[in-house]
């Protein structure tokens, strides 16, 4: 399974764009890109998932470089609430169906 | 759609007695479930694989007699901790696979051994 490298921490205020990257330099063929978000006490929530090139949808944009060795996660217009930890998880492919193996996450701060 | 419920979200225990945390999927199937465990301010550690009918598969260094993973039907998956101890007090949270390698996680549930 491939290992991912995030930054441990990012801040931002409100209103902003931001960016998160993730390396995953050993991703598979087969293998998705998938992000996470995941508020204190709570279990994670599907992001936005995808495989290579740009997906959108009403909450994010991903950014898949062609080597896909590396991602990005793009939210627009933070608010406070999106203040949470953000995991990328690289797998699913070559059956390994669903195992994922999480980093460390990216903590957000989202200030006003 | 693609829910998970997990029960009970928190509880409390004495030392030396054993709690049982269920994971349902609501609204679809799954034959393959998956539970973590996760400390304060860590990242969420997969202990194990959930497999509908068959023996639980085991992360390294995860005690599988600890442990006690039971996945009867396509909808529910249990996990028991044995014997629980100050040690176990943790946050554990199961996810489903709903397809299309997309997990869909439940809630999870705070133990604390007293």
């Known amino acids: 399974l491939a290992k991912t490298t995030q930054p441990i921490s990012m801040d931002s205020y409100e209103g902003q764009e931001v960016n998160i990257t993730c390396s995953h330099n050993?991703?598979?063929?087969?293998?998705?890109i998938t992000w996470y978000q995941q508020f204190p006490s709570q279990g994670p929530r599907f992001i936005i998932q995808g495989y290579k090139t740009k997906v959108t949808n009403e909450v994010a944009s991903l950014f898949i470089p062609a080597d896909r060795k590396s991602s990005t996660l793009s939210l627009p217009r933070v608010s406070l609430s999106d203040t949470a930890v953000y995991y990328c998880?690289?797998?699913?492919?070559?059956?390994?169906?669903?195992?994922?193996?999480f980093g460390q996450g990216t903590t957000l701060q989202v200030k006003p | 759609g693609a829910v998970v419920s997990q029960h009970p979200s928190w509880v409390i225990c004495k030392s030396g007695t054993s709690v049982k945390i269920e994971c349902r999927s609501l609204d679809f199937q799954a034959t393959t479930m998956f539970w973590y465990r996760q400390f304060p301010k860590q990242s969420l550690m997969l202990m194990a694989t959930?497999?509908?009918?068959?023996?639980?598969?085991?992360e390294q260094g995860v005690e599988k007699d600890k442990f006690l993973i039971n996945h009867a039907s396509l909808t529910l998956s249990t996990l028991t901790v044995t014997s629980a101890h100050p040690e176990d007090s943790s946050f554990y949270i199961c996810?489903?696979?709903?397809?299309?390698?997309?997990?869909?996680f439940g809630a999870g549930s705070r133990l604390t051994v007293l």
């Open positions: 050993n991703i598979a063929t087969n293998d998705y």
């Open positions: 996810s489903a696979d709903r397809g299309a390698n997309v997990l869909t």
């Open positions: 998880l690289v797998g699913g492919g070559s059956g390994n169906t669903g195992k994922l193996i």
């Open positions: 959930s497999n509908e009918g068959s023996k639980a598969t085991y």
